[in-house]
């Protein structure tokens, strides 16, 4: 068995939070009165922030993932020029690693 990293293991804990913050959110409006328009988007934007998970400069590509779905999630565009190694992009297969390098328009 193989160590995990620290890293790993609090990235897994955040996002185990976030999770559990996101499920009492969802709760608590469906609970609620109909709010106004400026709190109804205030709610999208925060659930959007929570949804997005950045990812580590190295990831380990899971079962049913694709270069696309990687890319969303990760926020990097550039997945094949990073990585000389991926020859075909539809043969990605888990347990592959991939350099990230998250583009940001900031």
Avoid: W
């Avoid at 890293?7 to 999770?19: D, K, N, P, R």
């Amino acid at each position: 068995m193989g160590r995990v990293h620290s890293s790993t293991i609090l990235a897994e804990t955040v996002s185990g939070y976030c999770s559990l913050l996101l499920a009492i959110m969802v709760v608590l409006i469906c609970c609620e009165l109909p709010a106004t328009e400026d709190d109804r988007m205030a709610i999208r934007a925060l659930l959007k922030e929570s949804i997005y998970k950045p990812c580590d400069e190295i990831y380990v590509v899971q079962e049913g993932e694709t270069l696309q779905t990687i890319s969303e999630k990760c926020g990097d565009p550039y997945i094949v020029e990073e990585n000389p190694h991926i020859h075909d992009p539809d043969d990605v297969f888990p347990g592959l690693v991939i350099k990230i390098t998250p583009f940001s328009n900031k």
